[in-house]
């Protein structure tokens, strides 16, 4: 597979050819849009296209210029603007940087960005700005991830965790634990090498204790991974049960918005009905869907069919009982088919006379957490929001943007294969295995390390990270 070489470890400029041109505000009406050129053109075509209120011909560098987008066909003007040129290397990507600021609507920013094309830029491909800051070195692979994830975002915790990446604690502590690893190792190849020359010794404790504290490190921040990942991803959590049970009174409830349609009769809900819940921090995907049961029309059969794709995928179900009537074949058809799935099992309806007896409810669930609400009355609700919150958050986990949270598969994945390295070097220097063994164990500590910050990272890896951005960041 083909491997990248970035020149971030190099810090030096990577000079590509092309000059990209992108809208890099999103689409739609707004008060400004910016359209954003990057490479070694950007100059040249701004210089082209415009013309400055008054003489600017100095185009100062990192400066607003205030004045006109000329189409150079016609000579029409297309906008007045405000045009920033930020020469390289003191820019996003460490190249050339034009970006200009023209009113916000749709076909300006187009017109303008055609013009920009025509004059030698090609479209840039989604985050391709930021993949040049990656590879010409302002930023390791990690940093780039945590721009993703900072505009992607949504909810306060899941931004102080992306920050806390982009400000590179992660490629702070990669880069100390690198040249610590490449210390070590040279130190050992060159007692293997030349066994018979004078090489101090190999200071062996010392450079176990070293390895140990890494290994413990590194565990520390791996096993951060469950909780950050659900800060940063969020979760998808359906609504089951039967017809009329309280689903979308629940769903309303926790939003304190009107959002589903909830009537008294049965069968209500069709379509699944989607809103985000912050919760302490943690986005939760909340599924409203139709009442399962033999659905009486198509229409209803549909609905039924798109419930239980969203029960299968769910990371959480809300399992809601009516504890005003007793459970049906319904509900005991329902129970079977999440027996496996990670649920809270929620008893609506608690304002009226109790059908169910909530110890029957618990011997049944033994497993599961039980809370017990009146959703029209917005009694519980808040102790099944903590309910949630604890299934998913098991440590007392703080986020902020000093702490290290390891919220990205990805690296968990590098750390851990760094951590077994170093811990199997470790063993060997207990146990006096070869240098030659310790010397490898090290060596794919490293590869894994260099991997991870987007040192020797293959192309598929990088295009998957980069395809999730959108154009023009
Ligand atoms: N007394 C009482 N009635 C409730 C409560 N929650 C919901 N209801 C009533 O139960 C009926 C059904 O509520 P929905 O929220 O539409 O139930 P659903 O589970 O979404 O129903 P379907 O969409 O048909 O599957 C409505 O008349 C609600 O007002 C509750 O906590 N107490
Ligand atoms: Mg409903």
């Not at 869907?289 to 798109?306: S, W, Y």
């Not at 969203?310 to 399992?319: P, Q, Y």
């Not at 009226?352 to 669930?365: A, H, M, Q």
Request: charged content about 30%; aromatic content about 4%; glycine content about 6%.
């Amino acid at each position: 597979m083909n491997k990248i070489t970035t020149n971030f470890s190099k810090n030096t400029f990577h000079g590509t050819e092309e000059t990209i041109a992108a809208i890099s505000t999103p689409f739609g009406e707004s008060g400004i849009g910016i359209v954003r050129l990057s490479g070694p053109m950007a100059e040249p075509i701004a210089r082209r296209l415009f013309k400055p209120k008054k003489n600017q011909s100095l185009f100062i560098s990192h400066r607003f210029h205030h004045g006109e987008i000329i189409d150079p066909s016609n000579g029409h003007s297309v906008d007045e603007v405000l045009l920033v040129l930020m020469r390289s290397p003191k820019t996003y990507t460490r190249e050339d940087i034009v970006e200009i600021q023209c009113h916000g609507g749709y076909l300006v920013l187009q017109k303008v960005l055609e013009l920009a094309l025509a004059k030698g830029a090609r479209m840039a491909q989604p985050g391709e700005f930021t993949k040049r800051a990656f590879l010409n070195g302002r930023i390791d692979l990690t940093q780039a991830e945590a721009v993703i994830d900072l505009i992607k975002a949504r909810t306060k915790e899941g931004i102080d965790i992306a920050n806390q990446q982009l400000r590179g604690w992660l490629n702070k502590e990669m880069v100390s634990l690198k040249e610590r690893l490449i210390n070590h190792l040279s130190l050992i190849e060159a007692h293997i090498d030349f066994p018979e020359e004078e090489i101090e010794a190999i200071p062996q404790s010392q450079m176990k204790q070293d390895l140990m504290d890494s290994v413990q490190k590194l565990e520390e921040w791996v096993s951060t991974h469950e909780e950050g990942r659900v800060f940063r991803e969020g979760i998808s959590c359906a609504i089951i049960g039967k017809t009329n049970v309280g689903k979308s009174s629940l769903l309303n409830v926790l939003l304190k918005q009107e959002r589903a349609i909830v009537t008294p009769i049965p069968g209500t809900t069709r379509d699944v009905i989607e809103e985000v819940l912050n919760i302490h921090g943690v986005p939760v995907r909340l599924m409203d869907t139709a009442g399962l049961r033999k659905a009486k029309d198509f229409i209803e059969q549909e609905g039924v069919k798109r419930a239980k794709e969203r029960l299968a995928d769910a990371d959480l179900i809300l399992l809601i009982l009516d504890g005003s009537r007793e459970l049906d074949g319904d509900d005991l058809e329902i129970i079977l088919e999440i027996k496996e799935k990670k649920k809270i099992v929620i008893v609506n309806k608690k304002d009226l006379p109790p059908k169910v007896s909530l110890e029957e409810i618990k011997k049944r669930f033994a497993k599961d957490p039980l809370v017990s609400i009146s959703a029209i009355k917005n009694e519980g609700v808040e102790n099944l929001k903590e309910a949630i919150y604890s299934s998913l958050i098991h440590r007392n986990i703080r986020v902020s943007p000093e702490h290290l949270i390891v919220a990205n598969i990805r690296h968990k994945t590098a750390l851990t294969q760094i951590k077994e390295g170093l811990f199997n070097a470790v063993k060997g220097l207990e146990e006096g295995t070869s240098l030659e063994f310790i010397a490898f164990e090290i060596r794919s500590a490293l590869d894994s390390l260099r991997e991870m910050v987007g040192e020797t990272t293959n192309e598929e890896v990088l295009n998957r990270i980069f395809d999730q951005f959108c154009i023009g960041k």
